[in-house]
């Protein structure tokens, strides 16, 4: 397959059993040095058909403010400085320090996370991931422009309707049964080349939260790891995959997963990857990821008319080399 060009799509299982490439991986399939993963399932005609979801012309921002997520949660990203300045009583210029790209509500890119055994998506080699070398930077997803059919599954409602209620601090797992089963909730079937959104609950509820609740660094329910996500996920053809929590995944991970290296050491600062699923879907699968998105205002919004798919815009910032990017994305109805 290449970009915008549909031809038969192996399945995951398929997938795992690859020898021409890392097993498990998209490595090759839409084109040679092909650089969007997933987001190639997001052709043209799909885009088209998303613009029919505009119906009542409501838009909903869903990305929070900048600094919205101080003290960082990943530890590592000090608060964005704004500055202004003035040539002339009539003049107003500004610049940012200290600009952390992945502080608040933000889109991984490929360069992101790579696989610990076989690097970065695609084989791109380690060296050639620095500031300013284009091999899969965010420029690419700014400049593909991303707009196509969104979808909510509403994590919150279905819990809740089901008697089990998700409680910030408290960690659920959402299995691949668990996303079908919101799906069906909220009305809604996921389709090839759709950009699925995960309401949880996390984010409103971390903003909520007194500083020295926020620094218990709790659990954060979020997508299971399982290599039966992982075939959810590639099974559907999603082109991006984003929620409100701060990783997609739920945290901690799962310990049975098969992913964790007891002898990978920690990290001398920030959060481990150990175990986490973003190094098979960013490194293997090439999945475009969004984190801390804010969903609240859309989930009350489908929950009040029923309609759980919608018109998304997504345009990251088109910075060459950029690792990752605000969102800068937009539901409309």
């Known amino acids: 397959m290449t970009s915008g060009a549909r031809t038969a799509i192996p399945t995951y299982a398929e997938l795992a059993r690859r020898t021409d490439a890392p097993p498990g991986s998209s490595w090759g399939l839409f084109g040679p040095g092909d650089q969007l993963g997933m987001l190639n399932f997001l052709t043209p005609e799909r885009t088209r058909a998303a613009a029919a979801l505009v119906r009542r012309g409501a838009t909903f921002d869903l990305d929070y403010q900048l600094n919205t997520f101080v003290p960082s949660i990943a530890g590592t990203r000090p608060p964005t400085e704004h500055h202004i300045f003035s040539n002339n009583p009539n003049h107003r210029d500004d610049w940012i320090d200290s600009f952390y790209l992945q502080s608040t509500s933000q889109v991984d890119g490929l360069r992101h996370i790579r696989h610990p055994r076989h690097g970065f998506y695609g084989g ?31 994590a919150v409602r279905y819990f809740a309707a089901v008697g089990r209620p998700l409680e910030y601090g408290t960690m659920t797992r959402i299995t691949p049964a668990d996303l079908d089963a919101i799906a069906e ?42 290599e039966e996500m992982l075939a959810w996920i590639w099974d559907h053809q999603i082109a991006m995959m984003a929620s409100d929590n701060a990783g997609l995944e739920s945290f901690p991970v799962n310990p049975d997963s098969g992913w964790v290296d007891p002898d990978e050491p ?68």
């Open 185 to 226: 909730f909220c009305g809604v079937t996921v389709q090839p080349g759709d950009l699925v959104l995960l309401y949880t609950g996390y984010a409103e509820e971390w903003i909520a939260r007194t500083p020295e609740q926020r620094a218990m660094k709790s659990g954060a329910t979020g997508l299971d790891q399982s």
């Open 266 to 333: 920690p990290p001398a600062r920030g959060p481990s990857h150990n175990g986490m699923m973003h190094r098979p879907l960013i490194g293997l699968l090439g999945l475009i990821i969004g984190e801390l998105w804010k969903l609240d205002e859309l989930a009350a919004d489908c929950a009040a008319d029923g309609v759980h798919e919608f018109l998304l815009t997504v345009k990251p910032l088109n910075l060459v080399g950029g690792v990752g990017s605000p969102p800068n994305a937009i539901a409309i109805k």
């Open 124 to 154: 791109v080699a380690d060296d050639a991931i620095a500031e300013g070398t284009p091999d899969l930077g965010i420029q690419l997803l700014s400049q593909k422009a991303i707009a196509g059919r969104g979808v909510l599954l509403d």
